[in-house]
């Protein structure tokens, strides 16, 4: 096993010029040691933040050490502290490595040597949870996210302690704590989820930092070394061939950063495993994965997420940098602009350079097919966009499987977006993080009882039902079939089927996006379909956000009274605030967002009735956001099918004060089932006919365009442009 | 009368170099003619503008001319045609200057024959309003537009003219259409009202354009040259002492546009009548005062006005150009980066340059009042302001007059902002200017029935009837009776009364800003008052922003059903959402908005009750946003006093995952009317009490502390902090 890279060790024993040469080089990859000290003209991100940082560890330095004894669950005093002192050492340890002022490592010392001489009489975490339990924190989560930062500090400064000094750091902090979390935590340690990674990489970055190679191998390759656990394992099963985590992007953020920090130290220390090309390049993917699914900054809000994380997280800013080291791909350097934030690495200076360089250039953001599951068999999620412009329209279909326990129960959900915005959205998870009034922080009641349900996603609900009548267990069973996916320059399209939903009934989605000279901007064509043997009634929900503008239908108001809109799997949570019937089977809905025009144009199926709905029923302590919905509504029908026309139009501008193509282009819009094949055309207002055809098969069809001339088209799918 | 200076005219010599020198200076006050043709190294703002101005204006010109004969209401397209053929005038004479290219005058020169060819066969315009019908447009404001932009594109170009359209453009459209304005449409030229203004504006300038002093002695003085109609007059009646515009900020901005551009030429052609130093520089001060006006950008929402409106309007790029070519004011150039636009003017051009050679210094923010009425004896509007930062915590208090027929009956009403948000809002206008679908663009009905009454606003109801029982002639006779107004660092204060609102009961409200080591950040102590002989309800609304995290009383929620919480007066289009007793007659309400909490911490009268609301009831059209209001009632009773803290506190950091201070820091807060004066005590919860003593004169007082030590202190206002 090689110790560190000859380049590097050189690099940082000119960079640590007042200590020893440190045996590792977590710090100073790909970096030479003028660079280290020669400030820039102008401050780059990276000097901001180490100015920052210095300002708050030298406050720190200030005043007292303090190591309380555990006592306080999540959010409490001893949890913060103990976070805050992991931060301390890990950030006092980068400002010796970038400075090389020693009272930056003495520090780093003082605060080790302080827990040295305590945690080893600390025993389990009076407010311990009952899986996992930690010892300074009340899980071992959190006691192994302190280690990777209290490693890292120690191999920072470890080259300034005396003998004693180590022997007492290591012998009774370092090991004594990968031991409780290794050999003393098999359950976590040897799991394949992201609490083992997090166990794994915690140790095996001690094993670096302290030069025990036993430590590393054990991370590597689990406690009995036989490989069915532990970190390589843990590549091998935890994402998708296409970097894709199960649990969706918000838990993706979370997992990264423990399986991207320990795969550096692996290539420092061992270039030669060729850690970041395992499986294909498995963990730049992941990285490349995760940045992909975000729009407007924010990670698309799928399953149990809080709306407000997005790439500036730190999971990321660790991710965007070590991925720029590797790749020198400079459209992360873009995204690492959207960040806006640096870490103290060498790679995020790296990255603050660069950008100070001038190298930045638009990340490659495309449309793209996420297969899910660990042989890409398990669905996945869809992603279309209309442009690489980050602000541009987009849709992402949620053809993914459940997603485990924090999935929500949106088979075939989608989500699109615009301008910048959310404009057919997901709630989200239901929860306020770390604000103790609301239920604590923890996940809200209305998470299971209302977020998670099928109505409160842009999908099917069949029989005021969710999927897999709401059971967890069941849908991690079954992952949607997947179909054809296209990304021509004028058709894009997502489909999916599923059976598993609802036995006895199949769901089909087929979401099209379409350029054509009828439309200033490209239209999403929309085909929600259901068959079944039975009559059902069928709820198609459209989470719009904005102010409703105009409608085509008349409005019966509950503008005197409200109620709920049912009574159980998340209905209880929406009022109904008016029902209409549509006109000639179209129903057509616009609203206003921010300077632009939204509708919605559904040919609806027989007996349809269309409801108006607003989140925020039975909810007697606030804690739902107020929400508007169109609830398209199909009753004792056994086969229905929703054809919907997205259209983005128009221009609202208050300070010039003119307003533009307020108004839908869609005069019609009607869908035929012919024989292999679906047919879809859209008639505008100025009389021109689009029409999509999309076929199950390869197939060669013959049909007739809107002039009445026969056309051979080959499936899976054709556009007949206007004229 | 000096026609244009002789600097001016030399600087335009040059400029216009392949045309014969103009005989006026409007495009070229201040600016030497190599400024004019040399380009920035960096392209400015106005560089910027120039070129999208030049785009725009070169694809017109590839395109036919067309003059439609009137036909279309506002918004119609001949309505829309003629607007764009008065920018295009304007834009391209513009142009010309700029860039002396030949082929702008020749556009400008053809779309002026064509309009005199014309014109003077137009009769009153076929969908004419019933007051001031215009020829070209249904309304002459729309046609006193049209002749200031086209009068100063024909000044532009007027060089570059043969004889022979001279006089055709001249005598046919310049002269025809300033008659009909002026002799042809007494009632609004000599009209003391906006639309005068636009009127003498448009008359003025095109007198200067064409070098015929009659037409700008009529502007000036109105038509009998009396000067008891006119532009002196307005200048004179308009706006308060102050610069405050009785209206409001939204149609100060309007209001604004053609005196300054009037008095730019005036300045220009007649430096004598030092037309910028009249009334002690009131359009200086009228400019001024509309920028303070604002927070985060947009105008103070009071009366009829449409909340996205802000200092980036036309008008006001304008106005602060003309202001900053006028006093050199560094602060306005930190205004016109935030307005980020530019006109094609040389002022605008000269602020984009300074912007360019750094010189922009943050603007000036600061508490004031604004005295509102001719003589500055119609209350006044007051803002306080926490610090010069435009983000930091604001509070703007309407004890102003009524507002005439746009105004709202929100007499002593609070706006509070903070963190660059609304926090304590107002609705402003219901209505969706331009949107055909909404009520054709014109105000909803929802405006006069909901936006204006009473319990729209966060100021006290009796009776649940509007002020003034909602009639604004009523209205219009008050105004608020003003208290003391106090700026000190620790200390500021609003205060006004008011026995005019509803006959019987006196209304007074004193607000404080106030600073002490007890508090993170300043807080306001509100106290709102009713003394009546007779026996009342008294509802105090506080619409507040943001989601409710937490409150200090047992809501009893109608999470089942819903109904309207009164039925009329506003009222009617509000749902109760629940209900609650004050407990030990404190009653706390905490919310999120953004990154941080609020929290309301009223002490309440007798007989309180606390309702939660939201808009939105009795609106089958879905025309009003939904927002959440708290509702103070205190029943049968004749005098009652709401005492509120708001606090502004904590943070919540969901990317960094962290929540501090989430928590009201008031324990307690009480109110005792003392001889003379008023005293509140506030009770942190860490223990310390903080007094604030108000009186209603300048007398001295004593009293004592919270330790109990006797204190002597001057009225109006003395704050004791806490220890």
Chains 1, 2 share one sequence.
């Not at 005396?162 to 003393?184: K, P, T, V, W, Y």
Request: aromatic share 10%; proline share 4%; with cysteine.
């Amino acid at each position: 096993m090689i110790r560190t890279s000859t380049l590097a060790l050189a690099a940082m024993a000119l960079a640590a010029c007042a200590a020893e040469t440190p045996r590792t080089s977590g710090l100073a990859t790909n970096q030479s040691a003028d660079q280290l000290f020669v400030p820039s003209v102008q401050p780059t991100g990276f000097d901001k933040t180490l100015s920052s940082a210095r300002e708050a560890v030298d406050a720190a330095m200030a005043a007292p050490i303090a190591v309380p004894v555990p006592k306080d669950a999540g959010g409490g005093y001893t949890h913060e502290k103990h976070k805050d002192n992991a931060r301390l050492i890990f950030n006092a340890g980068a400002l010796y490595r970038f400075t090389g002022e020693e009272k930056y490592a003495s520090f780093v010392a003082d605060l080790l040597e302080e827990y040295a001489t305590v945690y080893p009489n600390w025993g389990q975490h009076p407010a311990k949870k009952e899986q996992s339990p930690g010892r300074m924190f009340w899980q071992n989560l959190n006691e192994s996210w302190w280690l990777v930062h209290a490693a890292q500090g120690y191999e920072s400064i470890h080259g300034t302690l005396s003998e004693e000094q180590r022997e007492h750091i290591e012998a009774n902090l370092l090991r004594n704590m990968s031991d409780f979390l290794s050999e003393g935590s098999p359950e976590t340690f040897n799991k394949v989820h992201n609490h083992g990674t997090w166990a794994t990489a915690a140790v095996g970055i001690t094993g670096y930092a302290i030069g025990d190679d036993a430590y590393v191998e054990k991370a590597l390759l689990g406690l009995d070394l036989s490989g069915e656990g532990g970190f390589l394992r843990q590549m091998d099963v935890l994402f998708s061939p296409d970097g894709y985590y199960n649990e969706g992007p918000y838990y993706q953020r979370y997992a990264l950063m423990p399986f991207v920090l320990f795969a550096k130290y692996i290539e420092q220390n061992e270039p030669e495993r060729e850690i970041f090309e395992v499986r294909d390049g498995i963990l730049k993917k992941a990285i490349e994965s995760t940045i992909h699914q975000n729009y407007g900054g924010l990670f698309f809000p799928i399953n149990d997420a809080l709306k407000d994380k997005g790439i500036a997280t730190t999971e990321l800013l660790h991710g965007v940098a070590i991925a720029y080291d590797l790749t020198g791909d400079p459209g992360l350097l873009s995204i690492a602009e959207a960040q806006g934030k640096f870490v103290l690495t060498p790679e995020s200076k790296k990255v603050a350079d660069a950008i100070a360089a001038g190298k930045s250039k638009p990340f490659d953001y495309r449309s793209m097919r996420l297969l899910d599951g660990q042989g890409g068999t398990e669905g996945a999620l869809d992603i279309l966009r209309v442009s690489d412009d980050p602000d541009d329209q987009a849709l992402v279909m949620k053809h993914t499987s459940q997603g485990l326990g924090h999935g929500h129960f949106d088979k075939l959900g989608m989500l699109y977006y615009d301008n910048g915005n959310e404009i057919l959205r997901d709630y989200g998870a239901a929860r306020f993080l770390n604000i103790e009034a609301k239920y604590g922080g923890h996940y809200l009641p209305e998470n299971n009882l209302y977020a998670k349900q099928t109505i409160a996603h842009n999908t099917l609900v069949v029989d005021e039902t969710s999927h897999f009548n709401g059971k967890t267990a069941t849908g991690n069973k079954f992952a949607p079939e997947l179909g054809p996916f296209i990304t021509t320059t004028n058709l894009q399209l997502s489909s999916a089927k599923t059976s598993d939903a609802y036995p006895g009934t199949e769901l089909s989605r087929k979401t099209a996006i379409i350029r054509d000279a009828a439309f200033a901007r490209p239209v999403i064509i929309d085909i929600v379909q259901a068959k079944s043997s039975g009559s059902h009634q069928y709820d198609l929900p459209f989470h719009y956000n904005g102010q409703l503008i105009d409608t085509n239908f008349e409005i019966s108001a509950d503008s005197q009274s409200r109620s709920p809109l049912g009574e159980k799997n998340g209905y209880q949570y929406i009022w109904k605030t008016g029902q209409a019937e549509p006109v000639n089977d179209l129903s057509q809905l616009t609203f206003l967002l921010d300077d632009r025009f939204y509708t919605l144009s559904t040919a609806t199926p027989d007996n349809t009735t269309i409801l108006l709905a607003e989140t925020g029923a039975n909810d007697p302590n606030f804690n739902l956001r107020r929400e508007p919905a169109l609830v398209l509504r199909a009753e004792k029908v056994s086969d229905a099918s929703f054809v919907t026309v997205i259209e983005s139009h128009g221009e609202y501008d208050p300070t010039l004060e003119f307003t533009v193509n307020s108004h839908s282009s869609v005069a019609s819009v009607s869908h035929r089932e012919e024989t292999g094949y679906d047919r879809v055309d859209i008639l505008s207002k100025a009389g021109q006919t689009v029409t999509l055809l999309l076929a199950d098969s390869n197939e060669e069809f013959e049909t007739t365009d809107a002039s009445g001339n026969s056309i051979k088209w080959q499936g899976p799918a054709h556009l007949l442009n206007s004229q």
